[in-house]
């Protein structure tokens, strides 16, 4: 069983920037994926970013060249940041994780945070 825990996220005018930071508590595999999932209200779910353990990362065509995701400090850990955040990045933010070798933003995860709100505002 792996805990995410979410932390950052919070209000932002259209062109500003945020950080979102994950921790996995119980890290269970030595290759894994780790990436962020966003849902805005009545529309789907959409991933955003993932990286693997070999730091091998893939974003959704919405963030590329705006957002990046890395490795934290700590084992298990990751960051995203945002640049020239948009009013349709505004969403709730969701930290997720699986073991094994496949990472793709558009992957099925088993392991979800509780999601941090990112609203961005024109």
């Known amino acids: 069983q792996i805990k995410l825990v979410e932390s950052g996220g919070g209000s932002v005018h259209a062109g500003g920037s945020l950080k979102l930071s994950c921790a996995g508590t119980?890290?269970?595999?030595?290759?894994?994926?780790m990436g962020w999932f966003r849902q805005a209200p009545g529309q789907e779910r959409e991933g955003v970013a993932v990286?693997?353990?070999?730091?091998?990362?893939r974003y959704a065509d919405s963030v590329k060249g705006r957002f990046s995701i890395s490795h934290g400090n700590a084992k298990h850990t990751i960051d995203l940041q945002m640049n020239s955040l948009k009013p349709e990045d505004t969403a709730m933010y969701y930290c997720?994780?699986?073991?094994?070798?496949?990472?793709?933003?558009?992957?099925?995860?088993?392991?979800w945070g509780q999601g941090t709100q990112v609203t961005v505002s024109s």
């Open positions: 997720v994780a699986d073991a094994g070798w496949e990472c793709s933003p558009t992957m099925e995860f088993d392991y």
């Open positions: 119980t890290p269970t595999s030595s290759s894994y994926c």
């Open positions: 990286i693997d353990f070999d730091g091998s990362t």
